[in-house]
């Protein structure tokens, strides 16, 4: 049996790392792009896909129009509008693909990728790297996490998201209260 200490342990130390190493200027960056823009629809695929997921949930709280891209609700994009992706190993040719439509209709492309020199990374128009560990980087020598595959990236994706919220919400001058007011009733 392991040790579950020392690897949660190890693990939080990990994810703590990964997220101290964002550049906050990229990150100040990001909370200006999202509270200008009018909508904004964000994607990822796999675990990456629910971090984003979770992300959306708390720009609704904070009063954004935000989405996820492959819901039936889902609206066009355009000039004005943000998508926001996941691509932590760089690029996904899916990804690719609806960076080059959004882009195409006039909206702006923010990337979230531990690979600043990736396909999507390279195309968009922002980009937020998290430098950490993902399934594209899970093997041999570059496997450096105690957690398997892409769980480092995802992980630190999780935290410094709930951070760029912190500070999107003292951008908008938004509060505890009003975000709770937003939460859904229907549990």
Request: hydrophobic share 50%.
């Amino acid at each position: 049996m392991p040790d579950l200490t020392a690897l949660a342990t190890r693990a939080a130390a990990e994810i703590r790392d990964a997220t101290a190493a964002v550049d906050p200027a990229e990150l100040a960056a990001l909370v200006t792009e999202l509270a200008s823009a009018k909508r904004i629809v964000a994607h990822g695929l796999g675990r990456e896909g629910l971090m984003m997921r979770a992300l959306v949930m708390r720009l609704y709280h904070l009063g954004l129009d935000a989405h996820v891209w492959g819901d039936m609700s889902t609206p066009p994009v355009g000039r004005g509008d943000l998508l926001l992706v996941s691509a932590g190993p760089g690029g996904f040719a899916t990804i690719d693909s609806l960076l080059g439509i959004a882009q195409g209709a006039g909206a702006r492309v923010a990337c979230i990728t531990a690979r600043p020199t990736g396909s999507t990374a390279s195309a968009a128009d922002l980009v937020l790297t998290i430098p950490a560990q993902t399934m594209a980087s899970d093997q041999g020598a570059m496997a450096t996490s105690v957690l398997p595959m892409g769980s480092l990236f995802e992980g630190a994706q999780y935290l410094t998201f709930e951070l760029l919220v912190l500070a999107l919400r003292d951008h908008l001058g938004a509060d505890s209260a009003a975000m709770r007011a937003r939460h859904t009733n229907l549990e």
